[in-house]
C-alpha cells in the first residue's frame, strides 16, 4: 500500500487557522501552534461574549419598561402580570421600543392591562 502524502490538506488545514489569526502580532499570527491557541481562545471568548450580550440587552429592555411603567403609576412586574392575564403577546424588545419612543401607545398597552 502506498503512503499518503497530506501536503494539500494539511496546509490548507493550517491556513484556515493562520487566516483567522491574521491582525495578532508576532508567532501568534505566523506559526501554527500558537496561533492554534489563540484562535480557539478567541472563537471561544466571543462565543461567550454573544451570550453577554443577549443578557445585557435583555437588562436594558426591562430597566426601560420599568421606567416606563413607573411613569404610570405601576411596577414592572405588576405590568407584565397584567399582560400576561389580558393574553397580550407582546415580547420586551417591542415594549421597551414602545416605551422609549411611542409612550401614547404604550400608555395604550398599559390601560389594556388593567
Known sequence: MSRVRRGFKARQRRNKILKL???YHFDRR???KHASETVRRAL???FIGRRLLKRDIRKLW???INAGAR???TTYSQFIS???KKDITINRKMLAE???R???TFKAIHEATK
Open 44 to 46: 471561544h471568548y466571543a
Open 21 to 23: 489569526a491574521k491582525g
Open 30 to 32: 505566523t506559526k501554527f
Open 62 to 64: 426591562i430597566v426601560r
Open 98 to 100: 414602545l416605551a422609549v
Open 102 to 104: 411611542d409612550f401614547s
Open 71 to 73: 411613569m404610570l403609576g
Open 82 to 84: 397584567g399582560l400576561k
